[in-house]
């Protein structure tokens, strides 16, 4: 296999190499006046329309073919230097000293106006964006990437064992890539690594999703493009000065956001005159209290579009004092762009706001094309253009197969990508490595050896060299492959050992046995044994998963005699109860033993209509307290009984009755949209509501069955963000029984109640204040959730404070049931403290009379979806 692998990798070493020995160009030094070096400035030839950027030493290689060419040496902040040169078959050393831009601040002028001129400017450049965001009907450009991640700071507790170790921070992450972007109008992308190299983790700071993105789209990552229609509701500007690079007039425009912090940009953005196309900008946003730096260096690709030719990505922040930055370097090349023909049109943009001019009457005929509307009118205004644009997209939506699709992508990796070598990229790289690089490269490709010799071969977790089982295995869990397609895989212990009055201390465990190939059949077996009650219990489950991509179905039975909540959605943890019990002897939980076996099954109509239905039979027994053991002997608390507390209830509870129940639902999420990975297709989150229909009926006289009942419900669920001020969680619900002749008490419609300080549910959707069991109906019920999360609140005003990703929020929790009539909470949150916790405070009313109040900690609200994310 080696002989096979090798002999490919050689002959493209060998063609580079001969290559390039015929090859000269250009290397040195770019310096300010000061004879500083400048990092990362852009070199571009104006001929191949390709170029490169300066190292963190303000170092530059370039190969070239012989020829004659003319360069054009940039950097953000100062005048441009375009040199003609002739290049041999060897390198030639040219030194630039750059000069900081000459700002003429009276180039432009507003004719009797006070208003800032930069506000014509980006009046324009805002009407224009949508005409460049269409105006490449295609295009392919190579990227080169390199990254780096590093540990800025730490505790003091921690430095000196930093230190002790040997660990060297500014190593902790570094990739190289060289890939092939494609891009087709209007959303198809094709990426292909050609080569890459990576050592560390980079924690979900990749900057891929920036680079395909545009500011030209109202939106830029999290935050509001300033050049989106909305941006004056976001933004002020101010002109900084007016100046000729190349032939064009740059303006430089200050980006002040109305209010700093997450969602804007603050920086400088310069904009060509006439073209109204970004020339290069300087922007730096906030996500979560990480800041995210973003330069850009824009040039003209075949004198027709401002395309980036260099961008610089700077990540940086702290959790729990540890303050790290990553940086990411994308110098673009070889461009071949394709123009949208309906858009090559020629014509002038008009500030009607201050302009007076006489403007031609666009045709209007609907076989008239866009772009004899441009040409038509020669002379736009803002808002015409913007209404042109507008038709345009919305015709070229409706001729779309799916135009809920918003992105589709494909990624793939050359075979040889993660072999290329040393010498491979010394030939390859168009950004010369620093010394400081070089050594860090040696030093993480010596590490990575001496870690692959310590990989197990099996690459199974929690598997010995030998192929046995360790007790690390059994206490934390594992995963194993038996053979292709199939695995056996045994949940950690640790995490299911808990302790409750009825069984004592119990302990549960996973085992599943799964064949995973087109389709996926898996079964599972759940032991569970009660120490006090020296019982033995468990459940069974199979289930098969069939169909293709997002219209996956899924069928199951399951069954057998285990332990469950009178709420199925386990209001109380296991975890917190077992604490209570045996620290605070304090006992919430209320349980019952079913025997039972149930049949579901999910069939999805479309990616975005689900079809769910069940039947279950069981023999529900009621249960008693078997132990009163505790850790806390000095309290003097008994445990409560393990019988629920609720008004309509009709005690005494029988100690067994069975149940026939069948269900049905629909759940849809109408106006969803999706990304297309390498041909899956994924929903995005929270971009439709989701509303359910479900239907319950209990069956009398079948296996004995006491259940007589009939229950219809309808929720609605959404999150959604209003602007840049936070965001919104909506979920409302409302049931009733239409039939009531006998309901267990299991089949009671639940509330996630709480009643204890420490938060383990959502907290979109859960009570703080409410008793678990004591206002669950038979009856009807409405109820409504609603939580806010503010960008910027009162804490949260002071930069300190949201510069740590502090989040706060306020809430309020509504419930209506023939007893619990008009329940209210209301309450206050801090989010996100360490990026981990928050801390809440509630109080709650019934009918506008105050009832109770609470502190309470939780887990954050932002954890669902990670720490850190670019998007």
Known sequence: MKAITTIPLFIVIFILSSQLHAQGGLKGHIYNSQKEALSYAAIFVQETESGTTTNAEGYYELRLQPGDYQIVFQYLGYQSIVKKVSIGSTFKTIDITLKAEALNLQSVDVVGSSEDPAYTVMRKAIAKASYHRQQLDSYQVEIYMKGSGRLKDSPKLFENMIKKEGIDSTIAFTSESVSILKYQRPNTYEEEVISIYTRGNDNNTSPNSYIRGSFYEPK????????????????????????????????????????????????????????????????????????????????????????????????GGSIFGFNFEYLYLAAMSNYDITLNPELEATFEVIDETIEEVDINPIASEEDTTVKEKLETGKELTRKELRRLMREYEKAER??????????????????????????????????????????????????????????????????????????????????????????????????????????????????????????????????????????????????????????????QIEGGRYIHQYNADNPLSYLFNSYLNLFEVRNYIRLYEKDYIKLSHAHKIKENWIINANVEWADRQHLNNNTDWTIARGIDREYENNIFLNREYNYPIPSSERAFVVGLSLEARPWQRYRINNGVKEPINNSSPTIRLSYKQGIPNIGESLTDYSYAQFSYEHRFQLGIRGYLNLKTEAGKFLSNNYTGFADYRHFMGNRIFLISADPIGSYRLLPYYEYSTMDEFASMHVHYQFRKLAISRIPQVWLLGIKENVFVNYLATPMAKNYTEVGYSIDNIFRLFRIEAAVSFQDNKYMDWGIFFGISANIGGGVFTIE
């Open 220 to 315: 830029y990552g999290e935050a509001v493009s300033p050049l989106s229609p909305r941006a004056f509701g976001y933004y002020k500007f101010k002109h900084e000065g007016y100046f000729i690079d190349q032939g064009y007039g740059i303006n430089k425009i200050r980006v002040i956001p109305r209010s700093r912090g997450e969602g804007v940009f603050e920086g400088v953005i310069y904009i060509v005159e006439d073209w109204w196309s970004i020339y290069s900008l300087s922007l730096k946003t906030y996500q979560l209290g990480f800041e995210i730096q973003i330069d850009q260096t824009y040039a003209p690709i075949e004198s027709a579009a401002w395309l980036p030719v260099n961008q610089q990505f700077l990540i």
């Open 398 to 555: 409706k001729e779309q197969e799916e135009p809920e699709v918003v992105e589709n992508s494909n990624f793939t990796i050359d075979s040889l990508a993660r072999k290329r070598d040393s010498v491979y990229w010394q030939l390859i790289r168009p950004v010369p490595l620093t010394e400081q690089e070089v050594k860090g490269y040696q030093r993480a490709d010596s590490i990575a050896r001496v870690e692959a010799e310590e990989v197990d071969s099996l690459e199974n977790i929690g598997v010995n060299k030998d192929g046995k089982f360790n007790f690390l295995s059994i206490i934390g869990g594992g995963s194993y492959k038996v053979k292709e397609g199939h695995y056996f895989a045994h949940s950690a212990i640790w995490d299911r050992f808990f302790f409750n009055p009825v069984e004592g201390f119990n302990l549960n465990a996973d085992l599943s046995y799964a064949i995973s190939k087109e389709n996926r059949f898996a079964i599972t077996l759940t032991p569970r044994y009660a120490f006090a009650r020296k019982k033995l219990t468990g459940k069974g489950n199979i289930g098969y998963t069939f169909g293709e991509g997002l219209k996956k179905h899924h069928t």
